[in-house]
Protein backbone atom coordinates (compact mmCIF):
# COMPACT_ATOMS: atom_id res chain seq x y z
CA UNK A 1 0.00 0.00 0.00
CA UNK A 2 2.93 2.57 0.94
CA UNK A 3 6.23 3.23 -0.55
CA UNK A 4 9.24 2.53 1.77
CA UNK A 5 11.43 5.29 2.81
CA UNK A 6 15.14 5.13 3.18
CA UNK A 7 18.16 7.01 2.65
CA UNK A 8 19.46 9.01 5.79
CA UNK A 9 15.83 7.38 7.93
CA UNK A 10 16.43 4.05 7.36
CA UNK A 11 14.33 3.90 11.00
CA UNK A 12 11.86 4.85 9.53
CA UNK A 13 11.73 3.50 6.54
CA UNK A 14 11.13 -0.09 8.05
CA UNK A 15 8.28 1.54 9.57
CA UNK A 16 6.86 2.99 6.32
CA UNK A 17 7.50 -0.01 3.88
CA UNK A 18 5.65 -1.30 6.29
CA UNK A 19 2.46 0.17 5.09
CA UNK A 20 3.35 -0.56 1.74
CA UNK A 21 0.98 -3.21 1.69
CA UNK A 22 -2.06 -2.56 -0.46
CA UNK A 23 0.31 -3.81 -3.45
CA UNK A 24 2.59 -8.02 -12.06
CA UNK A 25 2.76 -10.69 -14.16
CA UNK A 26 4.86 -10.16 -17.55
CA UNK A 27 1.41 -10.71 -19.34
CA UNK A 28 -1.10 -10.57 -16.75
CA UNK A 29 -0.55 -7.69 -14.15
CA UNK A 30 -2.27 -8.24 -11.32
CA UNK A 31 -4.14 -11.33 -12.30
CA UNK A 32 -3.81 -13.38 -9.37
CA UNK A 33 -3.23 -13.63 -5.61
CA UNK A 34 0.17 -14.22 -5.67
CA UNK A 35 0.86 -12.02 -8.83
CA UNK A 36 3.81 -9.36 -7.12
CA UNK A 37 2.21 -5.64 -7.64
CA UNK A 38 3.51 -2.25 -6.05
CA UNK A 39 7.15 -2.02 -7.01
CA UNK A 40 9.28 0.48 -5.36
CA UNK A 41 12.83 0.70 -4.43
CA UNK A 42 14.42 2.36 -1.70
CA UNK A 43 17.90 3.00 -0.14
CA UNK A 44 19.41 0.74 2.33
CA UNK A 45 22.93 2.53 4.01
CA UNK A 46 25.16 4.33 1.67
CA UNK A 47 25.53 1.68 -1.27
CA UNK A 48 22.56 -0.33 -1.73
CA UNK A 49 19.52 -0.72 -2.96
CA UNK A 50 16.15 -2.33 -1.77
CA UNK A 51 12.82 -3.87 -4.03
CA UNK A 52 9.97 -3.95 -2.48
CA UNK A 53 6.86 -5.04 -3.61
CA UNK A 54 3.40 -7.09 -2.01
CA UNK A 55 0.93 -9.97 -2.70
CA UNK A 56 -2.55 -10.41 -1.64
CA UNK A 57 -1.43 -14.18 -0.89
CA UNK A 58 1.77 -16.02 0.54
CA UNK A 59 4.50 -17.14 -1.74
CA UNK A 60 7.80 -17.41 -2.38
CA UNK A 61 9.36 -15.17 -4.55
CA UNK A 62 12.21 -13.68 -5.92
CA UNK A 63 14.08 -10.63 -8.02
CA UNK A 64 16.25 -11.33 -10.95
CA UNK A 65 18.85 -8.78 -11.73
CA UNK A 66 21.04 -8.11 -14.52
CA UNK A 67 23.20 -4.69 -16.08
CA UNK A 68 21.02 -3.19 -18.80
CA UNK A 69 23.43 -3.07 -21.66
CA UNK A 70 23.84 -6.73 -20.30
CA UNK A 71 23.34 -10.22 -21.22
CA UNK A 72 21.24 -12.87 -19.32
CA UNK A 73 24.78 -14.58 -18.25
CA UNK A 74 25.26 -11.71 -15.70
CA UNK A 75 21.79 -11.89 -14.23
CA UNK A 76 22.03 -12.77 -10.52
CA UNK A 77 18.69 -13.79 -8.42
CA UNK A 78 17.56 -13.59 -4.82
CA UNK A 79 15.14 -14.65 -2.72
CA UNK A 80 13.04 -12.13 -1.18
CA UNK A 81 12.60 -11.83 2.71
CA UNK A 82 8.57 -11.56 3.15
CA UNK A 83 6.24 -10.45 5.98
CA UNK A 84 2.53 -10.28 6.36
CA UNK A 85 0.95 -7.39 7.13
CA UNK A 86 -2.43 -7.65 8.25
CA UNK A 87 -5.45 -6.15 9.78
CA UNK A 88 -7.80 -8.69 10.12
CA UNK A 89 -9.84 -7.81 13.18
CA UNK A 90 -9.89 -4.34 12.48
CA UNK A 91 -12.06 -1.56 10.58
CA UNK A 92 -9.70 -2.14 7.29
CA UNK A 93 -9.66 -6.11 7.38
CA UNK A 94 -6.91 -6.26 5.52
CA UNK A 95 -3.76 -8.94 4.74
CA UNK A 96 -1.12 -8.80 2.34
CA UNK A 97 2.65 -9.72 2.24
CA UNK A 98 5.61 -7.55 1.60
CA UNK A 99 8.76 -8.86 -0.26
CA UNK A 100 12.20 -7.12 0.22
CA UNK A 101 15.26 -8.19 -1.46
CA UNK A 102 18.51 -6.23 -1.37
CA UNK A 103 20.58 -5.78 -3.69
CA UNK A 104 24.27 -5.68 -3.10
CA UNK A 105 27.15 -4.88 -5.35
CA UNK A 106 25.95 -2.60 -7.76
CA UNK A 107 28.36 -0.13 -9.71
CA UNK A 108 27.84 3.56 -9.39
CA UNK A 109 26.52 5.28 -12.02
CA UNK A 110 25.51 1.94 -13.71
CA UNK A 111 21.97 1.11 -15.34
CA UNK A 112 20.19 -1.89 -14.04
CA UNK A 113 16.92 -4.08 -15.33
CA UNK A 114 14.87 -6.42 -13.22
CA UNK A 115 12.19 -7.98 -12.25
CA UNK A 116 10.29 -9.64 -9.49
CA UNK A 117 7.73 -12.50 -8.69
CA UNK A 118 8.18 -16.41 -9.73
CA UNK A 119 6.98 -19.06 -11.98
CA UNK A 120 4.24 -20.14 -10.08
CA UNK A 121 2.77 -16.42 -9.21
CA UNK A 122 4.03 -14.70 -12.76
CA UNK A 123 6.67 -12.18 -13.07
CA UNK A 124 6.42 -8.01 -13.47
CA UNK A 125 7.50 -6.79 -16.62
CA UNK A 126 11.08 -6.08 -16.75
CA UNK A 127 11.67 -2.49 -15.15
CA UNK A 128 15.03 -0.30 -15.43
CA UNK A 129 16.62 2.17 -12.70
CA UNK A 130 20.34 3.86 -12.09
CA UNK A 131 22.73 3.21 -9.61
CA UNK A 132 22.65 6.75 -8.23
CA UNK A 133 26.81 7.97 -7.79
CA UNK A 134 25.95 8.53 -4.70
CA UNK A 135 25.40 4.65 -4.40
CA UNK A 136 26.59 1.59 -5.44
CA UNK A 137 30.91 0.28 -5.59
CA UNK A 138 32.84 2.74 -7.05
CA UNK A 139 35.07 0.86 -10.31
CA UNK A 140 37.77 1.77 -12.27
CA UNK A 141 35.29 2.68 -15.33
CA UNK A 142 32.90 4.81 -13.27
CA UNK A 143 35.11 6.46 -10.79
CA UNK A 144 34.78 9.97 -12.53
CA UNK A 145 31.15 10.06 -11.08
CA UNK A 146 31.73 9.51 -7.53
CA UNK A 147 31.28 11.87 -4.35
CA UNK A 148 30.86 14.77 -5.31
CA UNK A 149 28.65 15.01 -8.14
CA UNK A 150 24.96 17.20 -7.36
CA UNK A 151 22.30 15.13 -5.61
CA UNK A 152 19.35 15.87 -7.70
CA UNK A 153 15.81 14.73 -6.08
CA UNK A 154 12.26 15.64 -7.20
CA UNK A 155 9.74 16.54 -4.39
CA UNK A 156 6.06 16.23 -4.13
CA UNK A 157 3.49 16.61 -0.69
CA UNK A 158 0.44 16.03 -0.08
CA UNK A 159 -1.25 13.55 -2.61
CA UNK A 160 -4.77 13.13 -2.94
CA UNK A 161 -6.57 10.56 -4.41
CA UNK A 162 -9.87 12.58 -4.57
CA UNK A 163 -12.38 12.85 -7.96
CA UNK A 164 -11.90 16.53 -7.22
CA UNK A 165 -8.47 16.62 -7.18
CA UNK A 166 -8.10 14.81 -10.46
CA UNK A 167 -6.97 11.20 -8.67
CA UNK A 168 -3.56 10.15 -8.24
CA UNK A 169 -3.32 9.62 -12.03
CA UNK A 170 -2.45 13.19 -13.29
CA UNK A 171 0.30 13.77 -10.77
CA UNK A 172 1.91 9.97 -11.32
CA UNK A 173 2.07 10.36 -15.29
CA UNK A 174 3.51 13.82 -15.08
CA UNK A 175 6.29 12.26 -12.55
CA UNK A 176 7.11 9.26 -14.57
CA UNK A 177 7.20 11.49 -17.97
CA UNK A 178 9.84 14.12 -15.62
CA UNK A 179 12.22 11.12 -13.90
CA UNK A 180 12.59 8.85 -17.71
CA UNK A 181 15.67 10.60 -18.57
CA UNK A 182 17.46 9.23 -15.40
CA UNK A 183 18.49 12.34 -13.99
CA UNK A 184 16.99 12.33 -10.34
CA UNK A 185 18.50 10.53 -7.94
CA UNK A 186 15.55 10.23 -5.35
CA UNK A 187 12.16 11.15 -5.61
CA UNK A 188 10.70 12.40 -2.04
CA UNK A 189 7.26 11.99 -1.28
CA UNK A 190 7.33 15.23 1.92
CA UNK A 191 3.96 13.19 4.11
CA UNK A 192 0.79 13.14 3.37
CA UNK A 193 0.89 10.13 0.89
CA UNK A 194 -2.40 9.72 -0.02
CA UNK A 195 -5.20 10.93 2.06
CA UNK A 196 -5.25 7.91 3.50
CA UNK A 197 -3.71 4.67 2.53
CA UNK A 198 -5.47 2.79 4.43
CA UNK A 199 -9.11 4.30 3.50
CA UNK A 200 -11.60 1.71 2.53
CA UNK A 201 -10.27 -1.63 3.19
CA UNK A 202 -6.84 -0.68 1.58
CA UNK A 203 -8.36 0.09 -2.10
CA UNK A 204 -7.03 4.29 -1.41
CA UNK A 205 -3.71 2.51 -1.18
CA UNK A 206 -3.96 0.16 -3.79
CA UNK A 207 -4.66 3.09 -6.23
CA UNK A 208 -2.01 5.01 -5.08
CA UNK A 209 0.70 2.63 -5.31
CA UNK A 210 -0.85 1.21 -8.53
CA UNK A 211 -0.34 4.73 -10.22
CA UNK A 212 3.13 5.56 -8.91
CA UNK A 213 4.79 2.50 -9.73
CA UNK A 214 5.95 3.60 -13.05
CA UNK A 215 7.79 6.33 -10.74
CA UNK A 216 8.71 3.96 -7.78
CA UNK A 217 10.18 0.86 -9.91
CA UNK A 218 12.43 3.31 -11.59
CA UNK A 219 13.89 5.82 -8.97
CA UNK A 220 14.08 5.13 -5.40
CA UNK A 221 10.86 6.84 -3.36
CA UNK A 222 10.96 7.79 -0.22
CA UNK A 223 8.48 9.30 2.12
CA UNK A 224 8.35 11.47 5.13
CA UNK A 225 5.29 10.99 7.43
CA UNK A 226 2.40 13.32 7.15
CA UNK A 227 -0.05 14.00 9.82
CA UNK A 228 -2.14 11.43 7.80
CA UNK A 229 0.22 9.20 8.18
CA UNK A 230 -0.67 8.17 11.88
CA UNK A 231 -2.53 4.86 11.10
CA UNK A 232 -1.50 1.57 12.52
CA UNK A 233 2.51 1.24 12.79
CA UNK A 234 2.80 5.30 13.34
Known amino acids: MVPAVAGVAVGLAAQLVA ?36 TAAAT ?49 GAEYSYRVGSEAGGWSPTRTFRCSVHCGVVTNSNATTAPGSPLMFLAVADLSGDAIDGGFGG ?12 QYDIVLHAGDIAYDLHTDKGAVGDAFMADVEPVASRVPYLVAPGNHEAFGVF
Not at 171 to 182: K, T
Open 19 to 54: LAVMSTAATAPHAGPTAPRHLQLSYSGEVDIVVTFN
Open 60 to 108: LASVEWWPANGSNATRQTAAAAATLFNLTGTTDDYIAWIHRVTLHGLAS
Open 171 to 182: VARALASEVVGG
